[in-house]
């Protein structure tokens, strides 16, 4: 057991749990003010059901010996998760680093289904999506199974998160169907100030993500510190580049999605790149989730805040691009193409490949199966009022003018 | 001239604007409002207590038109703003004394 590790961790867990109300803000930001709170409250529900879940069975699945597939229950219900050493730090400790990753991949996917989606429905998905999917693939990569054996490098969850949770977006935006008004009416975002709010945080809490899971507080953590930083400030630039050759304007929704692109895109390699390596990767990050962007919003694909381009493509790229720029004289661990280890980008391709295609066809079991009972839409009058009121029986922005205590009401 | 206010569903806002459009009827005012006629409004719950918000978010949509075709457009508003529920608002008209276009100061008939 190490005490300055420890310390470390215990500030990484509380700043990667703080993504998820982050994401709720940047996603709340995006929608119209009648969907405000339903849509932030996709992202803060998970901090709920999926916190639970991944105590009493996730982490279990996810970080047991298990097979190469997934773990097995020994862990279950904390099991065994005591206060000794995991590596350097304390095994309840692991566990709930790791639990805020399973919280946010979860939240991730309600962007793609946002303004119409039912919440009772959205909140049964996510939870056994977070036990059926997210488990085995954690497992798959960080858990000792089979893509770990295979030589799959992923410092923070390029493609256990992000291209997993992309994924999910698009089966979800296509089997729960596109919004009523989609794309015939304008479906402007009510407040781009929470957008950049959010991704500033999410920022901010990317910090615990990326260099939290070197699990130490060592060079390999400041290493992943720093391309945390560079890579995304890359990918702002090269987007407000993008933007000025588009419209001749950088638009501020751009700036905080490049942050967003940036951060995800630098997820897989944090740990494994040098800052140089993160600038570039960066920049050219920002190129293929920009295309894919402007090409969505042309489709009748409703993926409404753009899970897809941001997480699925930048997820994509970023790790790709780890196999490309890896050094094995940075972290030990292994060398990529422009250090003489072309094959490294291979294995990540088949990596990214085996992720998409698990979590496509789960995804779409689940949905479906949720789907004979719960009805995955809200009812179409209840879409027009607003989720808000609907599904919640609160207004973000209240005009309470008339509004009187139930009890003085005639019923 | 008449003014045309009318009072519809948020959602039907652009219903009834391609339905203006289509009678060459481009200036309008559009406001959000709050409002109810029949509707009972929504009960809303904060920290367990329940209110009963009887006003109820609308869009509130003015036009200007000459006399002629006023009936015309009062008909087009109606049927692009109904879905036949309560709650789908209400249309008023009101003669309007006289015009001026700000730009030129002119009077408009």
Known sequence: MNQADTAWMLIATALVLLMTPALAFFYGGLVRSKNALNTMMMSFISLGFVSVLWALLGYSLAFTEGNNWIGDLSNAWLTGVGLEAKGSIPHVLFMAFQATFCIITAALISGAIVERMRFSAYVTFISLWALVVYAPIAHWVWGGGWLADLGALDFAGGTVVHVNAGVAALVAAIVVGKRQEYPSSSLLPHNVPFVLLGSGLLWFGWFGFNAGSALAANNIAGLAFVTTMLAPAATLVAWSVLDMMRSGRPTAVGGATAIVVGLVAVTPAAGFISPMSAIILGAIAAVPSYLVMQIRAKTSLDDSLDVVAAHGVGGATGALLTGVFAERSLNGIADGLLFGNPGQVVIQASAIAAVIVYSGVMSFVLLKLIGLVIPLRAAAEDEGTGLDITQHGEEAYLHAGGASPRSHVGA | ?109
Do not use: W
């Open chain 2, 1 to 109: 001239m008449k003014l045309i206010k009318s009072i519809v569903r948020p959602n039907k806002v652009d219903d009834v604007k391609d339905a203006l459009a289509k009678l060459n009827i481009s200036g309008m005012t559009v406001t959000e409002v709050r409002g109810h006629g029949k509707q009972k409004g929504h009960t809303a719950i904060y920290r367990g207590k329940e209110y009963n918000v009887s006003l109820l978010p609308k869009m509130e949509i003015e036009i200007v038109v000459p006399d002629s075709i006023a009936d015309e457009a009062i008909k087009a508003i109606v049927q692009a703003a109904r879905t036949g529920e309560i709650g789908d608002g209400r249309v008023f008209v009101c003669p309007v004394l006289e015009s001026y276009r700000i730009r030129t100061g002119e009077k408009e008939s």
